[in-house]
């Protein structure tokens, strides 16, 4: 059986190492387009919205004028003035959502793998400077929310127009360059993310093999191995899994990426609190690592700098908030409001939550906490539990590329689509039970998979990865839109005080992420003048 797969709708998500499979599945009688998945908006995401949305001619004969009805309109001429209490002001499945749930969703969607890299990273600042930089960023990240809640409609808070997704937003309050400046960061983080979830995987498959090792073998034993041929098969399961149409709409995802990110969080803190009570106290310093043998001055600086991607990458969400908003009821209260409220909370957790595990790490291993906690072999035993915690990471992440890369599957299959729409090649697919194969489709995912495998290959270094990813996606997408957006949408007058301090923080996170991003590229330049490519 063959299909036309220019039909394909890209579908989006949301690591970083987290995950991001929330999703809104709000179907109107009229279209067959659902709104896209929770973790990314790109800007093909956001034309088969518009296109969904667009006013459609419909032929009135009273006067010879012709009316021009919304696909999802409710209204008499439309036939579906019946279903109106059954539908919301845009002609969509009336919206559920509450307070709980956002706050399940946005706290869901934060905690991930990016929190077995804290311990390091307050390792590096210390004491005092480590807790003090996880609340600034919170703060940060807290209050650009604020802002970008307020940017879901444009124009009146409680009826104005709804923005789905954040690209929507950046369409509608800013437009011309910036809408691709948005897509192509989003689409950059993409990559970076796809490559770093293969090298997260491949070092956890590795732990548990090295875990066996120890526990028989003893502590002593070097236990060494390479990492290259866990990143192949990881890249093999990938390309078998990348034939799966729509692979982020399965709706059981969601629920197992929350299971496995809180099993292994709460494994990684667990044992840093056991670890802690075996030592009889707290170890590390107010200033953390001390410069000396082993430490340079200036690997000091870079892997402080470091630190704050590390930071920001567990903290980034910004990109999903508006089409979690986009899950809650209409107003009253409006939707910003209830978000920030949610916000509010889920930030707070998420910090708490952070707190413990960056400084039960720190506390149980000091200036030797590992880059990633459960991976790094502070702890050896009970090797079960670890295994356990490594099992979680891989399970998670083998789901979580898919949904990170069917967004960049789905651009490239449209424009080619869009390019070639005869060509046999692309157009014509079969399906065979839950994979749909075509030989475009199989040569284009499969390539991807193999670069991004081959890259990993090459950059091994987990916590230089997540530093940088944290680095460049931190300040345009937690921080310059949402003011941006906001400052236009609330008409904030330029030069006034608000408009300063507005920009002033805008200024601040963009150095701190050149700085992180900086700290991470010198980290990564450092380890491959001693680093041998596909060697153990």
């Avoid at 002593?220 to 990938?238: D, E, H, R, T, W």
């Avoid at 939707?335 to 707070?348: C, D, H, N």
């Avoid at 599957?409 to 065979?432: H, K, N, Q, T, Y």
Wanted: glycine fraction near 8%; aromatic fraction near 12%.
């Amino acid at each position: 059986m063959t299909t036309d797969s220019s039909t394909a709708r890209p579908s989006t998500d949301a690591l970083r190492l987290r995950p991001l499979y929330i999703r809104t599945h709000h179907r109107s009688p009229t279209t067959e387009q659902p709104t896209p998945s929770i973790p990314l908006c790109t800007s093909d995401n956001e034309s088969s919205i518009r296109d969904s949305t667009a006013d459609t001619p419909m032929a009135s004969h009273n006067g010879g004028t012709t009316k021009h009805l919304a696909p999802m309109e409710v209204s008499v001429e439309a036939g579906n003035a019946g279903a109106a209490e059954y539908l919301d002001d845009d002609g969509r499945p009336r919206r559920t959502g509450t307070f709980w749930t956002a706050s399940a969703h946005i706290i869901t969607a934060v905690i991930g793998s990016g929190v077995l890299s804290l311990a390091w990273a307050i390792a590096q600042l210390g004491w005092v400077a480590g807790p003090a930089a996880m609340l600034l960023f919170a703060f940060a990240t807290y209050y650009t929310a604020t802002l970008l809640a307020e940017c879901y409609r444009t124009g009146d808070p409680d009826t104005g127009k709804r923005n789905y997704t954040y690209m929507d937003a950046v369409r509608s309050n800013l437009g011309g360059a910036r809408v691709a400046f948005c897509g192509v960061i989003q689409y950059a983080n993409l990559v970076g993310v796809a490559i770093g979830y293969t090298i997260a995987s491949s070092i956890s498959m590795q732990a548990i093999s090295r875990a066996g090792c120890f526990h028989k073998r003893g502590h002593a034993v070097p236990c060494k191995s390479s990492s290259n041929p866990y990143m192949i098969l990881f890249g093999a399961v990938q390309i078998l899994f990348s034939q799966i149409p729509d692979f982020d709409q399965i709706w059981w995802l969601s629920i197992v990426a929350a299971v496995m990110s809180f099993t292994y969080s709460s494994i990684g803190l667990s044992l840093g609190i056991a670890q802690t009570i075996s030592n009889g106290g707290f170890k590390g310093s107010l200033t953390g690592i001390s410069i000396g043998p082993g430490v340079t001055s200036t690997q000091k600086v870079w892997h402080s700098l470091q630190a704050f991607g590390d930071i920001a990458f567990a903290y980034s969400f910004s990109n999903i908030l508006i089409e979690i908003q986009d899950t809650i009821k209409a107003p009253p209260p409006s939707e910003s409001k209830v978000m920030q409220k949610a916000t509010r909370l889920s930030v707070a957790t998420t910090t708490i939550f952070y707190m413990l595990c960056g400084c039960m790490g720190y506390a149980a291993f000091g200036d030797k906490a590992p880059d990633n906690l459960l991976t790094g072999f502070g702890f050896f035993e009970p090797f079960w539990l670890i295994d356990i915690a490594n099992i979680a990471i891989v399970v998670h992440l083998v789901g979580a590329y898919q949904v990170f890369c069917q967004p960049i599957f789905a651009f490239v299959e449209r424009r080619a689509a869009g390019a070639w729409p005869d060509s046999v090649f692309i157009a014509r697919e079969l399906r065979v039970g839950p994979f749909a194969l075509s030989l475009f489709r199989l040569t284009w995912r499969s390539a991807f998979v193999c670069v991004t495998t081959v890259v990993a290959m090459l950059l091994p270094f987990f916590g230089n990865v997540v530093g940088f990813l944290g680095a460049v996606s931190f300040w345009p997408l937690t921080v310059y839109f949402p003011v941006e957006m906001y400052i236009k949408q609330r008409r904030v007058p330029r030069g006034s005080t608000k408009w300063i301090c507005l920009q002033t923080l805008s200024v601040g996170c963009l150095f701190v992420s050149i700085a992180a991003a900086a700290g991470s590229i010198a980290d990564v330049i450092a380890a491959l003048k001693v680093y041998h490519p596909f060697s153990s």
